[in-house]
């Protein structure tokens, strides 16, 4: 396993670009005025990065790629919490599964940045042999709510998308109506209410979407353990290609 640092400081600051200054009226008085500038923002993360047995960065092969949102629990600057559950747990005892697999870190205390998460995933995308129309994006807790809330910003950029326990706005349900979805959740989830995650999926479907809800009635918040141990979850992730679009 390799992890892949960006060595930028860990702030996001405002660096004016250069822009025309808006003309003032300098009359006595109170009168309105406007101003403008281009701002850009500089944003910095840190991720756990697998690459599947017998990988070949310059081989014809483009691999599947994998993205993991972890859970609020596994937030901070050590990488080795993010490896607690889902993918990053399995990979290391499973040199063959077969996606690239990239897995973020949130700050201590902090939401999932999609400015960020975008930046990633170019680098990625620039420097891996990854497969564009063969990308998808899972998490659990803190992670599915912004797996749909990633997917919601930027459905073009994913394949297919699996949130565990999450949750999101029905207002943004249509956005995500063109992909395919399956999300997780325990009936007995007292964190994140599996009745928001319902809201959520029957929003999809009545704009016409493709998402589907597993139920485990026994089983509270941490249902991540049985739906990342259910190979048919990566079995049918492969199976989804990002469909072509019109230019």
């Not at 897995?103 to 998460?117: H, I, K, N, R």
Request: net charge negative; charged share 20%.
């Amino acid at each position: 396993m390799r992890i892949l640092n960006w060595f930028c400081p860990l702030v996001a600051c405002a660096l004016l670009a250069g822009c025309a200054q808006q003309k003032w009226s300098l009359a006595e008085g109170q009168h309105p005025q406007a101003y403008s500038a281009q701002v850009t923002q500089v944003v910095a993360g840190k991720f756990l990065l697998f690459l599947p047995a017998g990988f070949n960065a310059h081989a014809r092969t483009r691999y599947p790629l994998l993205i993991f949102l972890h859970g609020s629990g596994e937030a901070g600057d050590d990488l080795e919490k993010v490896k607690a559950h889902g993918p990053p747990e399995i990979v290391a005892s499973r040199a063959d599964f077969p996606f690239i697999v990239a897995s973020p870190q949130a700050a201590t205390g902090s939401m999932f940045d999609p400015v960020a998460l975008n930046v990633m995933l170019d680098e990625l995308l620039a420097r891996l042999p990854i497969d564009k129309d063969r990308v998808y994006l899972t998490g659990l807790s803190l992670g599915g709510i912004w797996s749909y809330g990633w997917a919601v910003r930027n459905p073009e950029r994913f394949a297919a998308i699996a949130p565990v326990c999450g949750r999101w706005e029905p207002e943004d349900a249509c956005k995500l109506k063109d992909m395919p979805i399956w999300a997780f959740h325990g009936a007995l989830d007292d964190s994140v209410p599996i009745d928001d995650d319902k809201a959520m999926v029957a929003a999809i479907n009545a704009c016409g979407g493709h998402a589907k809800l597993s139920v485990y009635p026994e089983i509270g918040h941490d249902v991540w353990d049985v739906a990342y141990g259910d190979p048919k979850l990566y079995e049918w992730l492969l199976q989804q290609r990002r469909p072509a679009r019109t230019k």
